[in-house]
């Protein structure tokens, strides 16, 4: 793995070789150098990389199975598991149930994701942000109205890594496919109704307060994004929200 070097430490004499090798790659999980979903390299990869048999990989995967955090690709790998499935179902399902609980959702993702854009506006690392740029102009062009929703998803998962934060990548993966449905509904009519220009505006305005190490103004583009995602929920539903009928510029958030 790119900026690893597991074989500068050894085990230790009281430690089995397989549980050290347990213990390296609970390490890389934690660091966020293997994320949730992302697939492991072979047993002799990564026998050869941590300097010791492909038994003792061998028993160290089976381990960490064991323990929930990987899990066997159909066909043969391995792969860290997602904290989706069942809690991801039970909360769509919930947020479904009733129009409130959906902009209790909206609430909570605009305290999380300010949190991830300020720190990405911290700790992103260059290459990190250009990422986040070339997703933006991607979504920018004129003749991307089918992919937009995915390039919407990537934008916000591209900011989640670069906030160096493997918590939050987890908790970002438990809800994926609810903010997955989020971002699809967003793009479609009548949510939009002609404002795709404010949502790469808003885009944009995150992109640029990371880029220029604005933590503040991370934040607020994010909280002025979601604001008006929330409005429009309400909007829909015919329930009070404050300026709804005008979307807030990033400029109104201090960016």
Known sequence: MPGTDDSAHVPSSSQRISEWVAQQLLDRIARGELVPGERLPGERQLAEQLHVSRVSVRA????????????????????????????????????????????????IRMALESWAARRAAERATQEQIDTIGRILAAMSETNRDGGRAADDMDFHVAVAQ????????????????????????????????NHEALMIEHHRAIHQAIARRDPDAAANAVTAHLGWILARYRTMTDEPAAQASTPPSPDDAGV
């Open 60 to 107: 160290a995967l089976q381990k960490l199975k064991t323990q929930g955090f990987l899990t066997a690709v159909q066909g043969g790998g391995t792969r860290v598991v997602s904290s989706a499935g069942v809690m991801d179902g039970a909360l769509t399902t919930m947020v479904r149930s009733t129009h409130q609980n959906l902009c209790d959702l909206v609430e």
């Open 162 to 193: 670069a906030s160096g934060s493997p918590v939050y990548l987890h908790l970002l993966s438990t809800i994926r496919d609810i903010l997955g449905n989020m971002v699809e509904m967003k793009h479609t009519e009548p949510f939009m109704e």
